[in-house]
């Protein structure tokens, strides 16, 4: 297999759109590495220049020792899935599977061997004789995943191919593509906007927003300490909390206030201020470091505006005077709309942010 490497990789279009900016990042051999970001981000734009088929306006791409950017896409031994699965609706999915491999004038027997392995790997053996419009969703994928998997690349790239198919099916999809991950052994990059697609199965994850790299980590990092304040509001759901307060002084150390609350910093926190100059500073907390009740320390009083129940727990959407916030809770007798409600904020778990930058003061 295969890694992957970006310097300095810019794409600006037609003059003037910059899609992507100075990306720099590894996409080590055997590893799954999912680029997450909203739409719009850049984040087709990278896969589609590894793929060759969008031409790089700076830096370089390399896949191991080779620098591949004069590379034509045939040649580089990379196979892409595409969202709308870009399958021959006259061909059956046999030919579908073979089509790319008699191109590239393999013998018979071998490109028999390979499409039933695939096929077999993906559990459509039964389906090798139909045509695309007679298939499901679900189906059509597995057979445009199949078309990749049997040229046997070096590389794999996913462009949002799960987007098409209802929720169950594609968390079925999902854990396919990461069973399938594994099997192969295989270098795959993997293209959502879906955070939860990308905990799920990245183990590298690339965070990225309008054309620049937020974050590259693995999930627990990037859940625990994001770089900053858009992959902290990114990653999560719901996102974090993000409120403005001033840095006080609080019998000799410092606290954070906003409106008439004071919270309290633990020695952590405390050393993270030290990098700012102004008193301003932006605390992050996760719903679920919010707590339902009143233990004296941390406390806000609140009122609240609406109730989600889910099931095993409830989110709380919860307001201040000029802030509002969501708690989640699994609280069985759940408040009423408009009550008043105390909470309190596990500092423990708390971020801080720079007011300006948004970089994270806490995440090293
Ligand atoms: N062929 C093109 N010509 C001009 N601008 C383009 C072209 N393709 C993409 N762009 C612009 O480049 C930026 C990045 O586009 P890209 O398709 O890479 O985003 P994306 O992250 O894949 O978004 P989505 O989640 O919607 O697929 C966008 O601002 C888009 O409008
Ligand atoms: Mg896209």
Do not use: W
Request: aromatic share 6%; proline share 5%; glycine share 8%.
């Amino acid at each position: 297999m295969a890694q992957v490497t970006l310097k300095d990789v810019t794409k600006i279009y037609d003059g003037d759109v910059l899609a992507v900016e100075q990306a720099n990042f590894e996409i080590p051999d055997e590893s799954f590495t999912v680029l997450v970001g909203p739409s719009g981000c850049g984040k087709s734009t990278i896969l589609r220049m590894i793929a060759g088929l969008e031409e790089i306006t700076g830096g370089d791409i390399y896949i191991d020792e080779e620098r591949i950017n004069d590379i034509p896409p045939k040649d580089r031994d990379i196979a892409m899935v595409f969202q709308n699965y870009a399958l021959y609706p006259h061909m059956t999915v046999y030919k579908n599977m073979a089509f790319g491999l008699k191109l590239r004038k393999y013998p018979k027997a071998e490109i028999e061997q390979r499409v039933n392995e695939a096929a077999e790997i993906l559990s459509i053996s039964h389906l090798l004789n139909r045509k695309p419009k007679h298939l499901s969703g679900g189906e059509r994928q597995r057979v445009a995943v199949g078309r990749a998997i049997v040229r046997h690349p070096k590389v794999f790239l996913f462009d949002e191919p799960l987007s098409n198919l209802d929720a169950k099916l594609r968390v079925q999809m999902r854990m396919e593509i990461s069973r399938l991950h594994d099997r192969l052994d295989a270098t795959m990059v993997y293209v959502t906007h879906d955070q939860v697609e990308a905990m799920t199965m990245g183990d590298q994850i690339v965070v990225l927003s309008e054309g620049k790299i937020q974050q590259i980590a693995d999930p627990g990092t990037l859940y625990h300490k994001p770089a900053n304040q858009f992959v902290g509001g990114f990653i999560g759901t719901p996102p974090m909390n993000f409120i403005e307060t001033q840095i006080v002084n609080n019998g000799g150390t410092p606290a954070l206030r906003f409106e008439n609350f004071k919270v309290e910093l633990n020695g952590h926190l405390q050393s993270a201020l030290n990098t700012l100059s102004g008193a301003a500073v932006t605390l992050g907390i996760r719903p679920e470091d919010i707590q339902v009740g009143e233990n004296g320390k941390n406390s806000v009083g609140t009122q609240v505006d609406l109730v989600e129940p889910l099931g095993n727990h409830a989110l709380l959407y919860l307001r201040t005077e000029n802030n509002s916030f969501v708690a989640q809770s699994d609280l069985i007798d759940l408040p009423q709309h408009n009550a008043p409600l105390t909470v309190n904020f596990n500092m423990d778990k708390a971020h801080l942010f720079h007011p300006e930058t948004g970089e994270s003061l806490t995440a090293t």
